[in-house]
């Protein structure tokens, strides 16, 4: 089932999916402040999900839109468990900096 009457073209949604994965990408591996590496993991997951609806609205199969609601649920888990550490890690050595993990060594 072809879509003819397309109001943004699939194209745009690879560019943009593609630009907003590589700044997730560049976050990561750039900054040092672990809420900002944790909001460049939630950008590149929220990008993947932008990419599987528009192939999804594409196709005409509802498949994709179901895998973005589990990836979802997945990621609000990740950043609960990962905000919960952070918190943890700020009171024991009173920053966020991952330079600084080192510390946690036994």
């Known amino acids: 089932m072809e879509h003819t009457?397309?109001?943004?073209?699939?194209?745009?949604?690879?560019?943009?999916s593609t630009f907003l994965f590589c700044l997730g990408v560049m976050g990561?591996?750039?900054r040092r402040n672990a809420i900002i590496i944790l909001m460049c993991i939630e950008l590149m997951l929220n990008s993947v999900n932008?990419?599987?609806?528009?192939?999804?609205?594409?196709?005409?199969n509802s498949?994709?839109?179901?895998?973005?609601?589990?990836?979802?649920?997945?990621?609000?888990?990740?950043?609960?468990?990962?905000?919960?550490l952070l918190v943890s890690i700020y009171r024991?050595?009173?920053?966020?900096?991952?330079?600084l993990l080192?510390?946690?060594k036994w």
Do not use: C, R
């Open 92 to 99: 024991n050595l009173g920053s966020t900096d991952i330079d």
């Open 5 to 16: 009457t397309q109001l943004v073209p699939l194209n745009w949604y690879l560019l943009l």
């Open 102 to 104: 080192n510390k946690l």
């Open 50 to 60: 932008m990419l599987l609806v528009a192939f999804s609205s594409y196709s005409g």
């Open 63 to 84: 498949d994709g839109q179901v895998f973005v609601f589990f990836i979802m649920v997945v990621a609000a888990a990740e950043v609960a468990v990962g905000l919960a």
């Open 28 to 30: 990561v591996l750039i």
